[in-house]
């Protein structure tokens, strides 16, 4: 006599249960897969991000998010494409924080401290409590280059803030309601237009292009199609990049 097969047959599961975390979005309570970045997260829990994302790779400063994490109390700040969620995380998203932009011609600026103080007189109310630098995502020295501003050392300013991406975590947590990364773009538009030494081959270049020198050329790019162009692109000739001597290492250290 044939055995007959048991009906109760519990079919084991293909792929093992997937691990999880609760997190609550602007108080929302989600359970999303575990490993996540805050930006998927907030796609896996149903959010439609029409701002607040751009990149996703760190570089554009719109993901700016507030979040704590469970069993402590401290506030912390991230770039939601490139923070990890974790189990029992509260955060909000501050795609934009209230500092307005001034409008200027960079041209008829001074290139001096008092053209910071003109358009950003709260500069002068830094404290030095250094929370624009604890909070910058990019691990700038922002107290640092508000200082150097309100010095004028533009290249000062320049050298340090030249990674910001202006997510506006500074101006959200400064006691002294500095718009950091406005003054630092001025600054840098300044040391740019009025101290940096101009490209004496770049302007003779603009000069013979405006001239018409190479008119007949833009004429024929313009009539040729996309893959042309890109071969043409990949043909040109690159200038050998110079060699460079490695600091204690002399070129003739192989010889
Ligand atoms: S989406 Fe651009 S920095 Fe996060």
Do not use: W
């Amino acid at each position: 006599m044939a055995r007959q097969e048991s009906l109760a047959v519990v079919k084991e599961p293909e792929t093992p249960a997937e691990e999880t975390a609760r997190i609550h979005i602007m108080g929302k309570s989600y359970v999303v897969p575990a490993g996540l970045t805050i930006l998927k997260a907030m796609e896996y829990a149903g959010y439609r991000l029409v701002r607040g994302v751009g990149c996703r790779g760190g570089f554009c400063g719109a993901c700016a998010t507030v979040y704590r994490k469970a069993g402590d109390f401290r506030l912390y700040v991230g770039l939601a494409c490139q923070t990890g969620i974790a189990d029992g995380m509260y955060l909000t998203q501050i795609p934009f924080y209230p500092a307005p932009k001034p409008l200027y011609d960079i041209h008829r600026l001074s290139a001096g401290g008092e053209t910071i103080f003109r358009f950003f007189p709260e500069v002068a109310r830094c404290i030095q409590c250094n929370t624009c630098t604890k909070v910058c995502p990019q691990g700038l020295d922002v107290m640092r280059y508000i200082a150097a501003a309100q010095q004028g050392d533009f290249k000062r300013v320049a050298e340090l803030s030249f990674d910001c991406i202006a997510c506006g975590l500074c101006v959200s947590r400064c006691p002294g309601e500095i718009a950091h990364y406005h003054v630092g773009l001025l600054a840098r538009r300044l040391y740019a237009a009025h101290l940096t030494p101009k490209a004496i081959h770049l302007r003779t270049r603009l000069g013979e292009i405006q001239e018409g020198r190479f008119s007949k050329e833009v004429e024929t790019f313009c009539k040729m199609d996309r893959q042309s162009l890109q071969r043409l692109y990949a043909q040109r000739a690159i200038e050998p990049e110079e060699e460079v001597a490695l600091p204690g290492k002399s070129n003739s250290d192989e010889d």
